[in-house]
């Protein structure tokens, strides 16, 4: 059983930073797939990047590839991910969630968090 709680979401100007966080519980957090997905008003959810347990692999969606990174720390079980250079169309609830399997498809995570909401202005 593993349980994510999200934060770091809020309001945010075109062009500016915002630091998610995901705090996970569980003895086993370095043997999971950690993801960020991403739910716009209107739209289905999305993948938004992926981490290994070692953190040695990531992925990430086209729309956000060279502004957004993903990060965990095994000892603070914690997931981060870091947006930069953020458009009004980054605005979502953000998700954390947790899987046994390196995959983009929201389908393969049993474990989510209730989500963060990040709103971005033009």
């Known amino acids: 059983q593993v349980q994510l709680v999200e934060s770091g979401g809020e309001l945010v100007q075109a062009g500016g930073s915002l630091r998610l966080s995901c705090a996970a519980s569980g003895r086993t957090f370095g043997t999971w797939v950690m993801g960020w997905f991403r739910q716009a008003p209107g739209k289905e959810r999305e993948f938004v990047a992926i981490i290994s347990g070692s953190g040695a692999m990531t992925s990430y969606a086209d729309s956000v590839k060279g502004r957004f990174t993903i990060s965990r720390d095994i000892v603070k079980n914690t997931v981060t991910l870091q947006m930069n250079s953020l458009k009004p169309e980054d605005t979502a609830v953000y998700y954390c969630?947790?899987?046994?399997?390196?995959?983009?498809?929201?389908?393969?995570?049993?474990?989510w968090g209730q989500g963060t909401q990040v709103t971005v202005s033009s």
């Open positions: 969630a947790a899987g046994p399997s390196f995959d983009t498809l929201d389908s393969r995570y049993p474990y």
